[in-house]
């Protein structure tokens, strides 16, 4: 099975041009389908948590978006969110190992952050990939679980902010003006600047 190339990165600078939403999106969902490619195994794998068994589909953009420092004066902003797996096997050398020289051909420097064994059988690694362009991945293996975090490249580029009101404005849990609700329930919310749901997102605002 052949594994498709990463496009080229492109260096976020001051006056560089910033990536839409769309874009963002279209590059997450590049860069979680080449990580997927590249275990070898295309099926079976769920968006966010594996207990909550949702298979993998872009399309449905439950993604994070998360600070991630400043291009020129502005906040940059960035799209992530994750992928699991049910473990290929009980030790997870050999997917960390392939991950790792994929990531490494793509020309991101790859980092192994843990590597650890209880000596009874379970085993943990979990491995960094950054790209010159802030594009991450992040990879989690163990006895039972294969997870991979992607997060794109960083963008100021003011289309990522109205997508991420837009998208709160369909929430379901958001009181609107024709919904009443109690004091308390405006009191356990806080005034934090982000927000999440029940499937994981948040918006920073």
Known sequence: MSVPALRDPVPNTPGAPQKTITELLAQWADLTNAAIT???DTEGWFRGPLLNQKPWDPSVEEVGLAPCGTVGSKEAIQVAADVTHEAFESDPHPIADKLTAYWESQGFTVVRTVDWADGKGWM????????????QYGLTATTRIVAID???????????QLWAREKSLRREDIPTPSSPTSPSAHATEGD??????????????
């Open 192 to 205: 934090g600047a982000s927000s999440s749901d029940e499937d994981g997102e948040w918006f920073g605002f």
């Open 124 to 135: 943990d690694i979990a491995i960094r990939a950054d790209r010159p362009d802030g594009v």
């Open 150 to 160: 992607v997060s794109t490249e960083c963008s100021t580029d003011p289309s990522i």
């Open 38 to 40: 590249a275990t070898g």
